[in-house]
């Protein structure tokens, strides 16, 4: 048995083992931002279901159709054709009639008052009295969501669940289109939006999200397409660019304002790909 010097011997090279170790750890760095970490909710055991031949209209039953129309507005079709316009308003018009359209209401280019009346579902990202809007809507093959984020009000100060990311779940692809985002997303708000596969962008800079913010919001979502949108001039559009070329190698320039895209044609590396528009 140990005697009590012996004892206290011991102990003291311990501690001294034990200080030495904890010194030789390195400091803790900052907290890590928050990112996604998991799949489009909904989408983990969906699988592309046969599209009738009667109903295929170019599009196959794992595909989807993205149009660019203008502003912060586009153009989803679905192949059992159900077609989705985003951040409908009065003034960039889809050339073909939606049965779902969503709506941002941070400036009159993100919604109407007056949507027409053949549209099915007219989906609010807001609420008149201040409290979160929550659609979670499943129309033939598609599902749309929505996860409320804040914008700024006129005084500067901030205004609660004023904007909506709308998610769109169809064919197996996560499509998220961001609205007038103007803060970075909480780990809640990536949990709740999930992994997407595409993602729509607003990139002005400056009456959304900044440059580098928006860059964080990116690189949390780790989308493989996104698809520039919310730009002004040719100059807004290529500040952005030049901007996530530090980030991303891979910039696209379509010639065209549509493309068709499905799981297994999505980029190998993250992508920007800017689709021309009003």
């Not at 989408?43 to 196959?60: F, G, H, K, M, Y």
Request: with cysteine.
């Amino acid at each position: 048995m140990a005697t009590f010097p012996r004892l206290a011997a011991l102990t003291a090279i311990a501690a001294a083992s034990g200080l030495a170790a904890a010194l030789a750890q390195p400091a803790p760095g900052p907290a890590p931002k928050p990112e996604m970490m998991e799949n489009c909710p909904g989408l983990v055991s969906q699988r592309p279901r046969a599209t009738p031949a009667s109903l295929r209209v170019a599009l196959n039953a794992d595909q989807v159709r993205i149009s660019y129309i203008g502003h912060s507005t586009f153009l989803i079709e679905s192949p059992r054709l159900v077609r989705i316009a985003t951040d409908y308003n009065d003034y960039v018009k889809s050339p073909i009639p939606p049965n779902i359209v969503t709506m941002n209401r941070a400036h009159s280019t993100h919604y109407t008052d007056h949507p027409e009346t053949a549209i099915r579902h007219v989906l609010r990202g807001w609420r008149p009295d201040g409290s979160p809007a929550r659609h979670d809507l499943n129309l033939q093959d598609v599902r749309v969501r929505n996860v409320p984020t804040n914008i700024r009000d006129w005084g500067g100060g901030t205004e609660r669940h004023g904007n909506s990311i709308f998610i769109f779940e169809i064919a197996n692809l996560c499509i998220a289109h961001l609205g007038h985002l103007h803060h970075t997303l909480t780990q809640e708000q990536l949990n709740e939006i999930g992994r997407v596969d595409i993602v729509m962008v607003p990139v002005d800079g400056t009456m959304t999200l900044d440059l580098d913010g928006m860059v964080e919001v990116l690189q949390a979502l780790k989308a493989p397409l996104m698809i520039p949108m919310h730009y002004f001039s040719s100059f807004t559009l290529s500040r952005f660019l030049e901007r996530v070329k530090q980030d991303w190698a891979s910039v696209e320039i379509r010639d065209l304002p549509s493309m068709v895209v499905s799981k297994t044609t999505l980029p190998a590396t993250p992508t920007v790909m800017v689709l021309p528009g009003r």
